[in-house]
T-cell receptor
Framework: DGGITQSPKYLFRKEGQNVTLSCEQN?????MYWYRQDPGQGLRLIYY???????QKGDIAEGYSVSREKKESFPLTVTSAQKNPTAFYLC???????????FGQGTRLTVV | AQSVSQHNHHVILSEAASLELGCNYS??????LFWYVQYPGQHLQLLLK??????LVKGIKGFEAEFIKSKFSFNLRKPSVQWSDTAEYFC????????????FGKGTRLHILP
């Protein structure tokens, strides 16, 4: 089945540790996105990538990093510099020209 | 900066009532417009989208939306809601030709009373 796979579904980390969230798509989409969802805040864009080996900061990129070495993969690293990392993280992808964004199931990250 | 505003943060309706959720976006040219829904415990799914043509678009589950260019608005409507419409609704905008960035509103939590 075509789609977007995020893993793991739940993730726990100790404060001060970096953690990487996985996002893989087999839809052959060019663009990929990472959003953070907090209650009452909607979806806020962290990073997006329109093409392999290129990505742009979104509205809340501080404390996060990404890479786009392969078309199908767009991992997100939450670094220790992110002041409030506990959140629900959503990955999405779309065709170039943004006809529609398809979402993964999300990863709930809890930092203790 | 590009922005999307949803005016209703939490809406409570009885079954069979009519629904209208507001969405406005900042000026910035030609846009692609979307409404997404997130049912409890489920992932985001597309309700409807507008790219061009007829400004009144119909989506799944009886939802529709109207694009009013002069008001930079894309309001979501449903004539008669059901208990199963309880969910969170998000408006999203892509400013076409600029980049592939998609900006979401803060969402509206809809609660339908049986």
């Amino acid at each position: 089945d075509g789609g977007i796979t995020q893993s793991p579904k739940y993730l726990f980390r100790k404060e001060g540790q970096n953690v990487t969230l996985s996002c893989e798509q087999n839809l052959n989409h060019d663009a990929m996105y990472w959003y953070r969802q907090d209650p009452g805040q909607g979806l806020r864009l962290i990073y997006y990538s329109q093409i392999v080996n290129d990505f742009q900061k979104g509205d809340i990129a501080e404390g996060y990093s990404v890479s786009r070495e392969k078309k199908e993969s767009f991992p997100l690293t939450v670094t220790s510099a992110q002041k409030n990392p506990t959140a629900f993280y959503l990955c999405a992808s779309s065709m170039q020209g943004v006809t529609e964004a398809f979402f993964g199931q999300g990863t709930r990250l809890t930092v203790v | 900066a590009q922005s999307v505003s949803q005016h209703n943060h939490h809406v409570i309706l009885s079954e069979a009532a009519s629904l209208e959720l507001g969405c406005n976006y900042s000026y910035g040219g030609t846009v692609n417009l979307f409404w997404y829904v997130q049912y409890p415990g489920q992932h985001l799914q597309l309700l409807l989208k507008y790219f061009s043509g007829d400004p009144l678009v119909k989506g799944i589950k009886g939802f529709e939306a109207e694009f009013i260019k002069s008001k930079f608005s894309f309001n979501l409507r449903k004539p008669s809601v059901q208990w199963s419409d309880t969910a969170e609704y998000f408006c999203a905008v892509n400013w076409r030709g600029r980049d592939d960035k998609i900006i979401f509103g803060k969402g509206t939590r809809l609660h339908i009373l049986p």
